[in-house]
Nanobody
Framework: VQLQASGGGLVQAGGSLRLSCAAS????????MGWFRQAPGKERDFVAS????????NYADSVKGRFTIPRDNAKNTVYLQMNSLKPEDTAVYFC?????????????????????WGQGTLVTVSS
């Protein structure tokens, strides 16, 4: 699976942005998908995950109620809809795919759970 993330940019605090992650390959619909982010000088952190059919989603506490992670298996794409953005959301955002049965069924929040990674897209939120 190859992943291509896009949609990052500069936005004011309180604004919204939607990231996209397009996947190539026939295993997308069998994969659990996730978004992670990495701020300058910090570790890469979990943001959100979704099971292969979209029935189960998980969110980091810091983004609950503000971010959602829908997916469209017909388009081989997973999204990250980000609303009410804050300056602390500034980071490079990465999408990832997990092929294990547990991750595809329930979603996963660990870096090591994911087998494939996109290149990252920068989100900057100004105050």
């Amino acid at each position: 699976v190859q992943l291509q993330a896009s949609g990052g940019g500069l936005v004011q605090a309180g604004g919204s942005l939607r990231l996209s992650c397009a996947a190539s390959g026939r295993t997308f619909s069998n994969s659990g998908m996730g978004w992670f982010r990495q701020a300058p000088g910090k570790e890469r952190d979990f943001v959100a995950s979704i099971s292969r059919y979209g029935g189960t989603t998980n969110y980091a506490d810091s983004v609950k109620g503000r971010f959602t992670i829908p997916r469209d298996n017909a388009k081989n794409t997973v999204y990250l809809q980000m609303n009410s953005l804050k300056p602390e959301d500034t980071a490079v955002y990465f999408c990832a795919a997990a092929s294990s049965r547990s991750c595809s069924t329930y979603g996963c929040d660990g870096l090591r759970d994911y087998d494939y990674w996109g290149q990252g897209t920068l989100v900057t939120v100004s105050s």
